[in-house]
């Protein structure tokens, strides 16, 4: 019998600390200093480094003198990745009703019981952990893998894009709904209703960003 090769600290760290990204574990007001989570690891610099180098070349951080922070978008690249998830995500998401368990649609369905919930407390930071949860559930289950990896690609932007839209009441509500809508055509694995409502969902979030983004434009002006 085999014994699996051990892993390269460095590789753990970088499968940490994506995974934090993704999750949505990191905010841009979040700094990564290399001696800190060296410490953590208890390992040389080096590791570290290589991990967190390797992050900003795949896009997931950016590095300055400082150390490590989630990269800052600029109002063009927004819109060029809400054009790849119009692209990406309905797709996607249709393969994914076909792969879904039932232990996934049981996690969907505490998921949105947990955003509907915010409706009444208005937590805000419940309702990002309950969006997170639905989306790492539903694109986790994308067989095809080249696809999957693509849209994780850009999970931790478009997190940074979701914070800037949640303080508003009526994408609140519409997001809320969304997820009530994504439970049902799941649940049926209806593949053309799928990619049809997350088409409408990519749209709905690019409105309410573009809404946002004018209310903050305006009130530089």
């Excluded at 150390?67 to 927004?78: A, N, S, V």
């Excluded at 609140?172 to 209806?190: D, E, G, K």
Aim: cysteine-free.
């Amino acid at each position: 019998m085999s014994v699996p090769p051990k892993r390269h600290i460095k590789d753990v760290i970088y499968d940490e600390y994506l995974g934090r990204i993704q999750r949505g574990e990191l905010t841009h007001n979040d700094r990564l200093v290399d001696t800190a989570v060296a410490a953590e690891f208890n390992v040389s610099r080096m590791p570290v480094r290589d991990a967190f180098m390797r992050l900003a070349h795949e896009g997931y951080l950016a590095s300055s003198t400082r150390g490590f922070t989630l990269p800052e978008l600029g109002h063009r690249q927004i819109l060029e990745i809400f054009e790849l998830r119009r692209l990406l995500e309905p797709r996607a998401a249709a393969l994914a009703s076909f792969e879904l368990t039932d232990d996934d649609l049981k996690t969907l369905e505490r998921a949105v019981a947990l955003s509907e919930s915010t409706i009444e407390t208005g937590d805000i930071s419940q309702l990002f952990n309950a969006s997170e949860i639905i989306r790492r559930t539903w694109i986790m289950a994308v067989p095809n893998i080249e696809l999957r990896d693509t849209i994780l690609r850009y999970m931790a932007q478009i997190q940074a894009v979701r914070m800037v839209t949640f303080h508003d009441a009526a994408s609140q509500r519409t997001l809320v709904s969304f997820h009530r809508q994504m439970l049902t055509a799941f649940s049926r694995r209806n593949g053309i209703d799928v990619e049809l409502l997350i088409l409408r969902f990519v749209l709905a979030g690019e409105e309410s960003y573009l809404r946002a983004h004018g209310a903050h434009t305006d009130s530089l002006l």
